[in-house]
């Protein structure tokens, strides 16, 4: 009788105590009760692969170290450096013309949208933004030309085609506001670097 005497009164005590003990089991209870809680977790997607996807090869034939030709004035524009990037994810252009010009893009394709895209900047105060799709050998990017002075923005468009001997075909053309034509803005034949050109990277 003693026993259970003093027993009920430490509980009663303690009451505060033993509620939240109680609690605490009861919600562990609930926890681990719950389908699947303790199921192991789910495992992560692999990461896509940009070199090991054709869809971000499309564009590779373009990569490398190349003497541009100008095929409207017959003569040596400069030299162009495409490297691929980023695990394969990217191209990198730098461009050295002749004239002391420089710029450099930025081509990726977006596997979301399936489409190819190259943002360019330029040192004579332009930049270029077009996208599209790529076939075999071939990749057609259309959008717009800014012109910082002054302030203008045209439809723009670029070709590169993948020729027999492996020279590219580099053909840029701007549509003429006026007559809505469009009409070539560069026209280059990109062949391997084999000379050094002064003034140019080296190959």
């Known amino acids: 009788m003693l026993k259970q005497l003093l027993t009920e009164n430490w509980i009663f005590k303690h009451r505060s105590t033993v509620t939240c003990?109680?609690?605490?089991?009861?919600?562990?209870?609930?926890?681990?009760?719950?389908?699947?809680i303790n199921a192991q977790a789910p495992q992560v997607a692999p990461q896509l692969s940009c070199k090991d996807d054709p869809r971000f090869r499309a564009f590779d034939f373009w990569s490398?170290?190349?003497d541009v030709l100008d095929q409207t004035s017959g003569q040596h524009a400069g030299r162009n450096t495409i490297r691929v990037i980023e695990n394969g994810c990217a191209l990198h252009e730098s461009w050295a013309g002749n004239s002391g010009s420089t710029g450099t893009s930025l081509n990726y394709f977006n596997p979301v949208t399936g489409v190819w895209r190259q943002v360019w900047v330029s040192s004579g105060a332009y930049a270029v933004d077009i996208e599209g799709t790529a076939q075999p050998g071939r990749v057609r990017l259309t959008g717009d030309i800014w012109y910082y002075t002054p302030g203008t923005r045209l439809p723009f468009r670029g070709t590169w085609s993948l020729n027999s001997d492996g020279s590219v075909r580099q053909l840029f053309e701007q549509r003429?506001?006026?007559?809505?034509?469009?009409?070539?803005?560069?026209?280059?034949?990109?062949?391997?670097?084999?000379?050094?050109?002064?003034?140019?990277?080296?190959?």
């Open 64 to 66: 490398g170290t190349w």
């Open 176 to 203: 003429n506001p006026t007559t809505q034509e469009w009409e070539i803005w560069f026209d280059g034949l990109y062949t391997a670097c084999t000379i050094e050109q002064e003034g140019a990277a080296q190959c």
């Open 21 to 36: 003990v109680s609690g605490l089991i009861l919600a562990l209870a609930a926890f681990t009760a719950v389908p699947g």
